[in-house]
């Protein structure tokens, strides 16, 4: 049985479990699981545990992480992404790249942060990202995480590419949900990829075109 753990570069557009799937096809093996869920707007770095490896999926999902995104302002969905039906549409006029960096500096440090409707978490045995997608709405706990870095790297034109470094269980959506509404006119994410899983970064990843048993690494930590 093949064992250890796979650095997975995810395209857009495909499921973490669509990612799995493709990994037990290639491999011809059942036992695998992923660390991390990225939803199918996001990319980048998804860790894939493969057979007895599966029993770390806890030490992995607890590392902390890195995302590259883009805030775009004036905008407010369902989803808190691109993705979603819109809510309401306002002017970001007025706002530019100091009045964003005055508000990320407010997030920086331990938060509470209420998860999004779009997550992996469950309510009633459900994930809540499939009651999000019938147009639901349930109440969630805030949770406290961490971050540690939030900087803006290009604002234009009502986008705002940022970088986050962050403790597990922090969400990007959320974030710019929080900042749009600190803002004043709403906001969502247009673009995201994860960088960073712990000691893993996106220039160790493979994409899934590349993929071979060379990939699959020992982990002994």
Same mark, same amino acid.
Not at 117 to 123: G, I, P
């Given at each position: 049985?093949?064992? /250890?753990?796979?650095i997975?570069? *995810?395209p857009?557009?495909?499921?973490?479990?669509?990612?799995v799937?493709? #990994?037990r @096809?290639k $491999?011809?093996?059942r036992?695998?699981?992923?660390?991390?869920?990225l939803?199918?707007?996001?990319?980048g770095?998804?860790?894939?545990?493969?057979?007895?490896?599966?029993k770390?999926?806890?030490?992995?999902v607890?590392f902390?992480?890195?995302?590259?995104?883009t805030?775009?302002?004036g905008?407010?969905?369902?989803?808190a992404?691109?993705m /979603?039906?819109?809510?309401?549409? *306002?002017?970001?006029?007025g706002?530019d790249?100091?009045?964003?960096e005055? #508000?990320? @500096?407010k $997030?920086i440090g331990?938060?509470?942060?209420?998860p999004p409707?779009?997550?992996?978490?469950?309510?009633k045995?459900?994930?809540?990202?499939?009651?999000?997608?019938?147009?639901e709405q349930?109440e969630?706990?805030?949770?406290?995480?961490?971050?540690?870095?939030?900087?803006?790297?290009?604002?234009?034109s009502?986008q705002?590419?940022?970088?986050?470094s962050?403790?597990?269980?922090?969400?990007?959506?959320?974030?710019?949900?929080?900042?749009?509404?600190?803002?004043g006119?709403?906001a969502?994410?247009?673009?995201?990829?994860?960088?960073?899983?712990?000691?893993?970064?996106?220039?160790d990843?493979?994409?899934?075109?590349n993929?071979?048993?060379?990939?699959?690494?020992?982990?002994?930590n």
């Open positions: 049985m093949k064992e /250890g753990i796979l997975i570069n *995810k857009g557009g495909i499921t973490s479990h669509d990612v799937s493709f #990994v @096809r $491999f011809n093996m036992r695998v699981g992923h660390a991390g869920t939803d199918p707007l996001a990319t770095v998804l860790i894939i545990l493969l057979g007895p490896s599966t770390l999926f806890d030490r992995f607890a902390d992480k890195s995302y590259h995104a805030l775009r302002l905008l407010k969905t369902t989803t992404d691109i /979603g039906k819109t809510i309401e549409q *306002k002017s970001a006029q706002i790249q100091k009045k964003v005055d #508000v990320f @500096r $997030f331990e938060i509470e942060q209420v409707m779009v997550s992996a978490l469950k309510h045995g459900e994930r809540l990202y499939k009651i999000a997608w019938r147009g349930v969630r706990t805030p949770r406290k995480v961490r971050i540690d870095d939030l900087h803006v790297l290009k604002f234009a009502g705002v590419e940022f970088f986050m962050c403790s597990k269980g922090t969400y990007v959506r959320q974030l710019a949900e929080d900042v749009g509404e600190a803002l006119c709403g969502c994410i247009s673009q995201i990829e994860r960088t960073r899983v712990g000691q893993f970064d996106i220039k990843a493979v994409s899934l075109e993929l071979n048993e060379s990939h699959i690494r020992s982990w002994t």
